[in-house]
């Protein structure tokens, strides 16, 4: 029986160096010319789950604690897991070999149904704050943390993971697949002046992995 092959409903104009298929889904290692940042990347290939449950304190996805209270995020042996109220969370393993889902009630495989994008780099955070009124630099919480609401006028989950130093820094994003084009439209539009440029999963693990280091 022949596999469905799984496409990224984005799509960035530049030139695929290296490309890895995983899972049926052609992942883009690198593009040529990514340059030294701000980058995007498409993370759309990644695994996204969704818990729903009342007594959501009490389960442990993939052994680890979901955290508390609504927009603490946490993340351990590279699974983001954040709380986005009191019976639902969302769950985001980020190392480029994803465990299985769960096979337990509760958990909705979200991942060809929404959108994952990743920005960072030098005045990621100006950029951001082009597309979004959302709080980025909210002083009372500590990253990473999650936000939910319009970012170029997208109903998503944003989550904050480094706030550098003056408008550097790094956040994740999630939205409805039908809203793949025009995000990314929106995002490298608002990051031109800064040369904002795509770039491949390679440089997301090494950025991550120099968070987590």
């Known amino acids: 029986m022949t596999e469905i092959r799984k496409e990224s409903p984005v799509r960035f104009q530049a030139e695929a160096k290296e490309v890895e ?14 340059g030294a940042g701000p980058f995007l990347v498409d993370l759309t290939h990644q695994a996204k789950w969704d818990l729903q449950d009342k007594h959501l304190d009490a389960r442990k996805p993939l052994g680890l604690d ?25 769950i985001w393993p980020l190392a480029a070999e994803a465990p299985a889902l769960p096979d337990e ?53 944003v989550v904050i993971m480094e706030r550098g130093s003056g408008t550097d820094g790094g956040l994740l994003f999630t939205c409805s697949r039908g809203y793949a084009q025009s995000m990314v439209h929106a995002v490298l539009d608002a990051g031109a002046e ?3 440029r795509p770039a491949g999963e390679l440089r997301f693990s090494r950025w991550l992995l120099g968070l987590c280091g």
Request: charged share 15%.
């Open 21 to 34: 298929m995983r899972d049926n889904w052609p992942v883009v290692l690198e593009y040529d010319g990514e």
């Open 66 to 90: 979901i955290p508390a209270p609504a927009g603490a995020c946490a993340l351990s042996r590279g699974v983001m897991i954040n709380r986005m109220n009191g019976t639902q969370c969302a």
């Open 194 to 196: 800064f040369g904002l």
């Open 105 to 157: 009630p509760g958990y909705t495989d979200v991942t060809e149904a929404t959108v994952f994008l990743a920005l960072f780099g030098p005045h990621t955070l100006a950029i951001a704050e082009k597309l979004t009124a959302l709080d980025l630099t909210d002083p009372g919480k500590q990253t990473p943390f999650l936000l939910q609401g319009p970012f170029a006028h997208v109903p998503c989950q």
